[in-house]
């Protein structure tokens, strides 16, 4: 669960998030869109604790991600837009490596791994150099690494960039199985059809605040509205004023 009470966060005289209030319950996958600038990047740092807010209160499961950052995180799972691996590792190095950081009991850990091997087909590569993987290997060791400790909250940026059909189907199915769990979600993306395919609901920031949030299903009734394309109730509700 994520919540964000009246959260504003400021660069100077530069306000990049203005007063933003947001639940994502357990169990809901959120599409949290908008233009570049708008503000999404500096959201998600702030809820997974790299920004503190200038105003307002950020809780990860009912953990304040200020003043209670490392129960917060022990609960969430953050991938960002371009996966970070040490490249001198293997695949397998970097899921124990990851799952030390959770001090992990050994023998769960080595079946933990062995059930994301599997689940994300990384058999293969799993024990090359990770310097030697594909784009849309190191985003599946990634999100396997996400998952070691099996987190309450998954925060992730742009999971479908550059990926192959096959990943791709891995990472969706993946997380839309993570929400069926329980697991609450707040996906960034700029692929529209990607939102619409996989989340519960929609929230699209410009200028820093939240100018659109709302259910699949009654973004479906605004599109019909215009020409029954999203990209055009996006265009709508991000134009300059």
């Not at 950081?101 to 062995?114: C, F, K, N, Q, W």
């Not at 987190?151 to 742009?158: A, G, L, N």
């Amino acid at each position: 669960m994520i919540e964000l009470k009246h959260v504003t966060k400021k660069f100077g005289s530069f306000t990049a998030v203005d007063d933003l209030t947001l639940t994502i319950p357990k169990g809901e996958f959120f599409g949290f869109l908008g233009p570049n600038g708008a503000g999404k990047t500096t959201t998600i740092k702030m809820i997974v604790g790299l920004f503190a807010p200038t105003d307002g209160a950020i809780a990860v499961n009912g953990f304040d991600i200020v003043q209670q950052p490392i129960e917060a995180k022990q609960t969430l799972a953050y991938v960002p837009d371009q996966p970070f691996l040490y490249d001198k590792l293997t695949g397998r190095e970097f899921l124990f490596f990851i799952g030390g950081l959770y001090t992990l009991d050994a023998a769960l850990l080595t079946e933990r791994i062995r059930e994301l091997i599997d689940h994300f087909e990384i058999g293969p590569w799993i024990d090359r150099r990770t310097e030697d993987y594909s784009q849309g290997m190191r985003q599946r060791i990634t999100i396997a690494a996400a998952l070691i400790h099996r987190p309450r909250t998954i925060v992730i940026d742009e999971p479908m960039i550059g990926l192959d059909p096959r990943s791709s189907k891995i990472v969706r199915a993946t997380l839309r199985q993570q929400t069926e769990q329980g697991v609450s979600i707040l996906m960034s993306t700029h692929t529209l059809a990607v939102a619409e395919e996989l989340c519960d609901r929609i929230g699209i920031i410009h200028n820093g605040r939240l100018v659109f949030c709302d259910t699949r299903e009654q973004l479906k009734r605004d599109e019909d509205r215009l020409d029954g394309r999203f990209e055009s109730l996006f265009l709508e509700v991000t134009r300059s004023s």
